[in-house]
């Protein structure tokens, strides 16, 4: 069935006539949402679902490892690198899921993002300059964002323009519109902020593991070193003992390697992504102030 594009509310109570007319952009959350395609519960606006980050981090480590190991097993040169990731103790494993599940929460986060833009450029708010948001208009406007979008409550902008005009009737100065966005806007900033909680779990985990991985590492060398020291003049048993000695500290820096550089690539991501994110919120502070509290006249009696 074809959306509603009548006019939402009297052409009388919209100076210039009907500011909507022509207005055809449609923007459907439920069918745009990656994780709700994928059969998943969506997080609220920005923050990615936890659990399909996971599965989509368990698949793109094991793909990791089954690269390494099948191929590059024909590539005598890269058995430094396979070695590197599989043949020092367990926290490189580790490392690696942490770093691939991150990666997965900031892939599903940057699409979900991509979608909140769009709504920036949704015709929400007449242009015209003598457009006056009242009572009456904000009922029509609130009823527009009800027809372009299958739900405003999922959308940042739309949600905050949605809260302050549904408030109208019981708002006396164009004042205390102004403090319910800026309330919504200290509310989404926590919201987003809030979303980057796990991921930066993760930036600090990462190199806590490269850390034990050293502390696993020397004290395999030292162990290796006093067995070293105890062979004498066997060359045998002493040419055994170094190899684990060098052993040992392969591991301790190799897997602190391995956990900065993912450590990293990670914090390079998030910040980003934060500040693309803090543009969007600034953008939508921008079209409140313009278009909402400012196209604001209140009648006090």
Excluded at 160 to 168: G, T, W
Excluded at 230 to 253: I, K
């Amino acid at each position: 069935m074809p959306p509603d594009t009548s006019t939402p509310a009297s052409r009388e109570s919209l100076p210039g006539g009907n500011p909507f007319q022509g207005s055809m952009l449609m923007l459907d959350w439920s069918r745009t949402d990656l994780e709700r395609r994928l059969g998943f519960a969506a997080g609220r606006f920005t923050s990615p679902n936890k659990l399909l980050s996971l599965f989509a981090g368990l698949g793109l480590t094991v793909a990791f490892y089954a690269f390494l190991q099948i191929g590059l097993s024909g590539w005598p040169d890269a058995r430094w690198l396979i070695d590197m990731f599989t043949r020092r103790g367990p926290c490189p494993y580790l490392t690696m899921l942490f770093f691939f599940w991150a990666l997965a929460m900031m892939f599903f986060k940057w699409r979900k993002f991509e979608l909140q833009k769009r709504a920036l450029s949704l015709p929400v708010m007449p242009q015209q300059p003598d457009f006056e948001l009242t009572a009456a208009t904000a009922r029509a406007v609130r009823e527009r964002m009800s027809a372009i979008v299958d739900n405003p409550h999922h959308f940042i902008l739309l949600n905050r323009i949605d809260l302050a005009l549904a408030n109208l009737h019981n708002i006396g100065q164009a004042a205390d519109v102004a403090a319910i966005l800026k309330i919504q806007a200290e509310n989404d900033e926590a919201q987003i902020a809030s979303s980057y909680a796990l991921t930066q779990g993760f930036l600090w985990a990462i190199p806590v593991l490269g850390f034990i991985g050293t502390v696993q590492g020397l004290s395999q060398a030292i162990g290796a070193f006093a067995t070293t020291l105890a062979a004498g003049g066997d060359m045998v048993a002493l040419r055994g003992s170094l190899q684990n000695v060098t052993g040992g500290l392969s591991t301790a820096f190799e897997t602190t390697l391995v956990a900065l550089v993912c450590a990293l690539i990670l914090q390079l991501l998030v910040s980003w992504l934060q500040t693309q994110e803090s543009e969007f919120l600034d953008a939508c502070n921008d079209i409140c102030h313009k278009n909402v509290a400012g196209k604001l006249r209140l009648n006090v009696h």
